[in-house]
């Protein structure tokens, strides 16, 4: 079919409103899959999506679960952005603090959500330690320009007692250092016989539950 060129431009003004009218439906109705509404404000700054770096020892690494069913990425999945696990197990927490510059320096996060301290409480290491390894580790992370969230870990001798709430000097630590703290998220589901795998580890129902507590605290405080 030969088209005079009167006939060719008001074809081609015909295709760019086409395009015109289709790419501001587009951005009217968000249908490019955008899922940044999911995340808390406390996460967004502007177009950018956080950087965040779950720092812990076994709880954080996932041990007791299958491969992916890790309290980390539960909360990716709920947040709708990468949350990077970056847990050890068996780590003390002077381990913990001569390993977090690395981690820092290598992927520059926004958020740490820091939990540490089970392998010293279970092998019964001096509370004035793991406090003292803990304030730095938070002071550490502020100074990189992150803002940290600390996890408690309940005291060991204290489950049989049907008592699951944090040792205390965490909550300390959260308001020496300016830090974020949420209580009591790992007590609960190591008291309960249906979340664990062992008496030191949740199961992957266990750390869903983990994972929803956070997720459910970053939505009642974003800014």
Do not use: C, T
């Given at each position: 079919m030969n088209l005079s060129k009167m006939e060719f431009i008001a074809l081609l003004v015909a295709l760019f409103a086409g395009l015109h009218f289709y790419n501001q439906y587009q951005l009217d109705h968000d249908t490019f899959g955008d899922d940044s509404e999911s995340v808390p404000t406390l996460y967004t700054d502007g177009d950018k999506k956080p950087v965040i770096v779950a720092f812990g020892d076994g709880i954080t690494a996932g041990e007791g679960a299958p491969a992916g069913m890790d309290y980390p990425s539960r909360l990716s999945d709920m947040l709708g952005v990468e949350v990077i696990n970056a847990g050890v197990g068996g780590e003390r927490t002077v381990d913990a603090l001569r390993r977090l510059p690395g981690v820092l320096k290598r992927y520059h996060p926004d958020i740490v959500i820091l939990e540490e301290g089970m392998t010293d409480v279970l092998t019964g290491r001096k509370r004035s330690k793991i406090?003292?390894?803990l304030k730095k580790m938070a002071e550490m992370i502020r100074h990189s320009g992150a803002k940290t969230v600390i996890i408690g870990i309940p005291d060991m001798d204290l489950i049989d007692l049907m008592i699951a709430s944090d040792i205390g000097l965490y909550e300390e630590v959260a308001n020496e250092t300016?830090?974020?703290?949420?209580?009591?998220?790992?007590?609960?589901?190591?008291?309960?016989?249906?979340?664990?795998?062992?008496?030191?580890?949740?199961?992957?129902?266990?750390?869903?539950?983990?994972?929803?507590?956070?997720?459910?605290?970053?939505?009642?405080?974003?800014?």
């Open positions: 406090k003292e390894h300016g830090s974020s703290y949420i209580p009591n998220v790992i007590g609960p589901v190591l008291k309960d016989e249906s979340l664990k795998s062992s008496e030191s580890f949740p199961n992957g129902e266990g750390y869903r539950n983990i994972a929803e507590k956070i997720y459910q605290y970053f939505q009642e405080n974003g800014s």
